[in-house]
C-alpha cells in the first residue's frame, strides 16, 4: 500500500512521522526531495532556466581539492538556486505557480517510486494535484486547531501572527484536507500521537 501523510502548516506532520519511525516505517519527503533534486538535478535545472531564466541558478565557488588553481576552483562552481527571484516568479501568477509545479512534482513522484518506501509526506498533496500524479492507496490527515498551528509557526519560525495566518491562508483549509482524507491523526499537544499512530498501523 501506498500511504499519505498530509495536513496544513503548523499541524505537527513531523512528529507524527517520528512516530512512525519509532515502529520501524521511513516516511519520503516530498519537500526535501523537491530541494535536493533542484540543488542536484541537471535536468531539472536547466528547464527551470528555460522556464523563468539562466538567472533562477546562480555559480558560485566551492572549497578547492588538493593543489587546484583559483580558476579551477571557478570551473568548477556549483549552482545555487536564486530563491528571490524563484519566489518572485512563483508569486507573479497562478499560471507561473502551475508552470513550476509541472516541472518539479514529476521529478519527485519519479523520487519516491524509486526510493523503495511506501509512505510519503507531503502539506500539499492535494493543493498541488500531486495526490493525482502517482496511486495513493489511502491519506492521513494531521490536525490541530487552528490556534495551535499559529504558535507552533510564530515560534517555529520566528514570524509574526499576521504572518503565520498568512501561510496557513495560503493552503487549502484543514477541514476539506480533512474530508478527502481516509484517516484523521489529531495532535493538539493534548491527544495521544503515539497511541494513534499504533492505531492507525492496527486498522491499515
Given at each position: 500500500m501506498?500511504?499519505?501523510?498530509?495536513?496544513?502548516?503548523?499541524?505537527?506532520?513531523?512528529?507524527?512521522?517520528?512516530c512512525l519511525k519509532k515502529q520501524g516505517i521511513e516516511v519520503f519527503d516530498c519537500d526535501a526531495s523537491a530541494k535536493r533534486l533542484m540543488r542536484t538535478s541537471p535536468t531539472l535545472q536547466q528547464a527551470l532556466k528555460e522556464l523563468v531564466g539562466e538567472e533562477v541558478y546562480e555559480a558560485h565557488p566551492v572549497p578547492p581539492k588538493g593543489r587546484e588553481t583559483h580558476e579551477e576552483v571557478r570551473s568548477r562552481g556549483e549552482l545555487r538556486l536564486n530563491k528571490p527571484l524563484l519566489a518572485k516568479f512563483l508569486l507573479e501568477s497562478e499560471e507561473h505557480q502551475q508552470a513550476v509545479n509541472n516541472l518539479i512534482h514529476p521529478a519527485v513522484a519519479e523520487d519516491f517510486l524509486q526510493s523503495g518506501k511506501d509512505w510519503l509526506e507531503s502539506a500539499i498533496l492535494f493543493d498541488s494535484g500531486f495526490d493525482q500524479r502517482i496511486y495513493i492507496d489511502k491519506v492521513v490527515c494531521v490536525t490541530a486547531p487552528l490556534e495551535v498551528r499559529i504558535q507552533r509557526i510564530m515560534q517555529r519560525d520566528g514570524i509574526s501572527r499576521e504572518k503565520a495566518l498568512e501561510w496557513i491562508h495560503r493552503q487549502l483549509?484543514?477541514?476539506e484536507v480533512l474530508h478527502r482524507s481516509d484517516f484523521e491523526i489529531v495532535n493538539d499537544g493534548i491527544a495521544d500521537v503515539r497511541k494513534?499512530?499504533?492505531?492507525?498501523l492496527v486498522n491499515l
Open positions: 501506498k500511504i499519505a501523510i498530509t495536513g496544513g502548516i503548523g499541524a505537527g506532520k513531523s512528529y507524527v512521522c517520528q483549509p484543514q477541514e494513534q499512530v499504533r492505531e492507525l
